[in-house]
Nanobody, 114 residues
């Protein structure tokens, strides 16, 4: 079994920054795709950023230039640095990893006030 534990969410004013972390543990090894989705209030879950096999990244158009995804392979941890936050970034943020199947974290709330 694989566990993902997220941290770093919270309440921030528009224009502020937050850094999310997600640590993978359990029966997982190697460097696997990892990333972040979010679910805005009343909307579907959407991709925010992902780290693909080979090290490439992809971002939602709405966060390009403001968010940066990175990882620490030794810690099996993925990070999401979020700058210039906007109220529309509000939502529950979920990390994932793909290891034979997709695993999800429990989610962390990010609230951006105007």
């Amino acid at each position: 079994q694989v566990q993902l534990v997220e941290s770093g969410g919270g309440l921030v004013q528009a224009g502020g920054s937050l850094r999310l972390s997600c640590a993978a543990s359990g029966r997982i090894w190697g460097i696997n795709p990892m990333g972040w989705y979010r679910r805005p209030p009343g909307k579907q879950r959407e991709l925010v950023a992902g780290l693909l096999r080979g090290g490439s990244t992809n971002y939602a158009d709405s966060v390009k230039g403001r968010f940066t995804i990175s990882r620490d392979n030794a810690k099996n941890t993925v990070y999401l640095q979020m700058n210039s936050l906007k109220p529309e970034d509000t939502g529950v943020y979920y990390c994932y990893t793909d290891f034979n199947q997709r695993y999800w974290g429990q989610g962390t709330q990010v609230t951006v006030s105007s």
